[in-house]
């Protein structure tokens, strides 16, 4: 079948779940690049799950499309992993994708430290627009959530309807866990980024991102004290639009 957004049912999306049962995420990779082609883009954010995405990207499709979101907040150690990533996986064609608004821009029109004040629409500028603009023209993206990660994501499927961007996206790591993410990435001896080392399992733009206590969650370090734990490119679309302006 001609599989996108709008083709594809309910029924089309629970038979090829069934299908991926048993299967691992190698074959679903492989599944997405079949059926998707050129028309499928891996948006990754460089944390663990995603260099292992990476690293099975390139036993695949060696020359596949990765965009990462350039918020131009990051952490420096998250630029340098990028570099290193680059030199590790040459043949991948990783394309760095910025904001419409410079930091500069975006405070003249909503005020300094977005971030701090209205985190929703901090995200909404400078990850969720990007992301729709990377995702236009494309029928699939492939994720690296896993149901372990957080409620949020506990119920997420391998081929999931995504009706924030209206695409379809592919999730090859739902059943992994966190000590598998790990062994994997010792095992081949992949990049990654030392804050992991530091007490940061997920890692975000610097301003919103600290390192979790022993016993919390692994997103607890993301947005902390804001009752916010996604950015929104994997929730249902927020309320947070650009008529707001600065206090």
Aim: hydrophobic share 40%.
């Amino acid at each position: 079948m001609n599989w996108n957004y709008e083709s594809a049912t309910d029924a089309d999306l629970a038979f090829v779940n069934r299908e991926m049962v048993g299967k691992d995420a190698l074959d679903v990779i492989k599944w997405a690049y079949g059926t998707f082609g050129d028309d499928l883009v891996y948006a990754c954010s460089f944390g663990a799950e995603g260099i292992v995405l990476l690293d099975l990207i390139s036993k695949v499709k060696p020359d596949a499309p990765v965009f990462f979101l350039d918020t131009h907040l990051h952490f420096a150690e998250t630029y340098d992993l990028i570099k290193r990533v680059r030199e590790r996986y040459p043949t991948l064609r990783i394309t760095i994708k910025e904001p419409a608004l410079s930091l500069a821009e975006q405070a003249a029109a909503y005020g300094e430290a977005l971030w701090e004040r209205q985190p929703d629409l901090c995200c909404q500028l400078r990850k969720v627009e990007p992301l729709a603009s990377v995702l236009e023209g494309a029928v699939a993206w492939l994720s690296g959530l896993r149901r372990e990660q957080s409620p949020t994501r506990a119920h997420v499927q391998y081929v999931n309807r995504d009706n924030r961007f209206r695409s379809l996206k592919v999730c090859p790591l739902i059943h992994w866990t966190w000590q598998e993410v790990w062994q994997y990435i010792r095992t081949f001896d992949l990049p990654y980024n030392p804050l992991h080392d530091q007490g940061y399992p997920s890692i975000g733009c610097a301003p919103c991102t600290r390192a979790v206590q022993e016993g919390e969650d692994a997103r607890a370090g993301r947005w902390a004290n804001t009752g916010k734990t996604e950015c929104g490119l994997h929730v249902a679309p927020a309320s947070a639009t650009r008529s707001d302006t600065k206090e």
